[in-house]
T-cell receptor, first 109, second 114 residues
Framework: RKEVEQDPGPFNVPEGATVAFNCTYS??????FFWYRQDCRKEPKLLMS???SGNEDGRFTAQLNRASQYISLLIRDSKLSDSATYLC??????????FGQGTELSVKP | EPEVTQTPSHQVTQMGQEVILRCVPI?????FYWYRQILGQKVEFLVS????????KSEIFDDQFSVERPDGSNFTLKIRSTKLEDSAMYFC????????????FGQGTRLTVV
């Protein structure tokens, strides 16, 4: 089983759509959880941390279910500028980040 | 806003040559990392560095690789004898170390081995 597994994608959606990304992780002792965004051939950039209580930042909502080792990201009212690859990332006990393979999102006019 | 800087942005080298990739982490950060991303693949952990020593390394980080923090500001990754399969984006990252602090990534060095 992959350490961090994401929907394979790509997702092609119209502007204004709501899109959901799912992710599972295998190590139950994982410490912290994040969604990063990566634009083509650029560095990963933190989109948001994910907390057990769920958290929201504008159009973005992230949720964590530790019992089922599941992480999600919801983007509402998607914009053209949301087009990117979304990376589910987990920090292990040692502090290193473990990345999922990413899900590509393409928002069309 | 403080940032992690990497040089060069692109390095082309011949197979068998040594390369040094340079990073300047954010100044008050304590944990430093190198990751790589082969084109079309996921970001992979190479090595973490804390308190002037390697704290963890992956299977990829074999004897051909080494890291140094020579002067308290730079953090370097050396590949002694490059192979074609070392071609990738190499990202440096740093973290302050407090709690769930996020890691900040440099813009990367694209290494092309020919």
């Amino acid at each position: 089983r992959k350490e961090v597994e994401q929907d394979p994608g790509p997702f092609n959606v119209p502007e204004g759509a709501t899109v959901a990304f799912n992710c599972t992780y295998s190590n139950s002792a994982s410490q912290s959880f994040f969604w990063y965004r990566q634009d083509c051939r650029k560095e990963p950039k933190l989109l948001m941390s994910v907390y057990s209580s769920g958290n929201e930042d504008g159009r973005f909502t992230a949720q964590l279910n530790r019992a089922s080792q599941y992480i999600s990201l919801l983007i509402r009212d998607s914009k053209l500028s949301d087009s990117a690859t979304y990376l589910c990332v987990v920090r292990d006990q040692g502090g290193k980040l473990i990345f999922g393979q990413g899900t590509e999102l393409s928002v069309k006019p | 806003e403080p940032e992690v800087t990497q040089t060069p942005s692109h390095q082309v080298t011949q197979m068998g040559q040594e390369v040094i990739l340079r990073c300047v982490p954010i100044s008050n950060h304590l944990y430093f990392y190198w990751y790589r991303q082969i084109l079309g693949q996921k970001v992979e952990f190479l090595v973490s560095f804390y308190n002037n020593e390697i704290s963890e390394k992956s299977e990829i980080f074999d004897d051909q690789f080494s890291v140094e923090r020579p002067d308290g500001s730079n953090f370097t990754l050396k590949i002694r004898s490059t192979k074609l399969e070392d071609s990738a984006m190499y990202f440096c990252a740093s973290r302050s170390g407090t709690g769930a602090a996020e890691a900040f990534f440099g813009q990367g060095t694209r290494l092309t081995v020919v």
